[in-house]
């Protein structure tokens, strides 16, 4: 796509400058988190783990960044450390890290469905924008693992994701969460195949019947019997929700319906003047201030949708006066999401492609 095409994307919604090739906060991340060999090091945990989420996350930021040496870095330590060495043939584990015999290693063999779309989402786009066709292939054959091992037919949903290959089956249905189904990805994947159109469609269907009040559940439960057991804790995984659809091209189909839907969560934090940390999904009440990442999360909704104006410009003040400490992973991570779209370092289109100004403009 040619930069007259992508500055006329960018200028469909007010945002600040064109911004520069560098990208400080990537910068910043990399510095504070990842390691020389490539790995995300979560320093809140005692034992300095690394999960596939912050893999997928990293490499996601080293794409919009255009950073292609950290991209390889990273890809070769997921690879070799949670895959046995092949993306192709096995899906990545959570979680890495120090066990208590002092030994480096997979602690949780486990995957995580939503760090499987990331990484793969990452892989098919860094084959487009970089001309590698080699981790267009990789990508589409994690896609392919992660749907035989992880999409299921449920009765009255139709497809959903199980978010990990053990623990979320259970006698009465199944344990799904709301988060890990970003719709560009799911957008860009239907260009691949079918079943992911499907997917995306079961998915706002979902967003739609799970969140009575307009708040989201960090999980719900979908019974064998087609009915859906209303989540009550809405927090650190349900923020995302948020993130995503913020993050959805304005010709999105749904999104609209969908942004319109969780409009109360932006209506909770304009009236504290902060996101809650806490929710309950059912009744409205909260708990706790929101950390700085939280607030990140909002923006690109708040953008989306008028009268917000104001609040936009609170949160984005107190993420100029409190930003979250430079090793708060997950914090560091919602600001790269949200920040990085606030400042134009990318957009998706309608089929979920990735929109990036380097592409014509920086080398």
């Known amino acids: 796509m040619k930069a007259a095409v992508l500055a006329l994307l960018w200028l469909l919604q007010p945002l600040p400058a064109w911004p520069d090739c560098d990208w400080p906060l990537w910068q910043q991340y990399k510095v504070a988190m990842m390691s020389e060999d490539g790995r995300i090091i979560d320093y809140s945990s005692s034992q300095a783990i690394t999960t596939s989420e912050g893999q997928s996350y990293a ?54 469905a939503d760090s499987d779309l990331w990484i793969a989402y990452s892989l098919l786009e860094a084959g487009r924008l970089w001309q590698q066709p080699e981790y267009t292939r990789l990508g589409r054959e994690l896609l392919w693992r992660s749907a035989a091992q992880s999409l299921r037919m449920m009765p009255g949903l139709g497809l959903g994701l ?4 053990t623990g979320f089956g259970k006698p009465r249905g199944w344990m799904l969460n709301p988060s890990y189904l970003p719709l560009p990805l799911l ?27 307009g708040l989201a559940p960090d999980w719900v439960m979908w019974s064998v019997d087609g ?16 993130l995503w659809l913020g993050l959805s091209a304005p010709d999105t189909p749904g999104r609209d319906e969908l942004l319109a839907h969780y409009t109360p969560m932006l209506a909770m934090t304009r009236q504290a003047g902060v996101p809650p940390e806490r929710v309950n999904a059912v009744t409205g009440h909260t708990e706790g201030v929101g950390p700085a990442g939280f607030s990140a999360a909002l923006l690109p909704m708040l953008a989306a949708i008028p009268g917000f104006e104001a609040e936009l410009a609170r949160q984005r003040e107190r993420l100029r006066t409190s930003p979250p400490d430079s090793r708060a992973y997950y914090d560091r991570s919602l600001l790269l ?27």
């Not at 870095?73 to 002092?102: F, H, I, K, V, Y």
């Not at 199980?162 to 290959?165: A, M, T, V």
């Not at 057991?229 to 349900?238: N, P, V």
């Open 59 to 112: 490499l996601f930021f080293a794409l919009v960044a255009n950073d292609k040496a950290a991209f390889e870095r990273l890809l070769r330590w997921t690879q070799n450390n949670l895959a046995g060495g092949d993306l192709s043939t096995r899906l990545p584990a959570w979680q890495w890290g120090q066990g208590e015999d002092g030994d480096w290693r997979i602690l949780d063999g486990n995957n995580a």
């Open 337 to 363: 999401f949200g920040l990085g779209w606030e400042e134009q370092r990318y957009r998706f289109d309608k089929k979920g492609r990735l929109l990036v100004p380097w592409e014509d403009s920086c080398e």
């Open 227 to 242: 009915q859906s057991g209303f989540g009550e804790l809405g927090s650190y995984d349900a923020i995302r929700v948020y």
């Open 162 to 165: 199980l978010p990990g290959n």
């Open 187 to 213: 957008a860009r994947f239907g260009g691949e195949a079918v079943v992911w159109q499907d997917l995306a469609s079961s998915t706002r269907w979902l967003l739609l019947n799970t969140a009575p009040a």
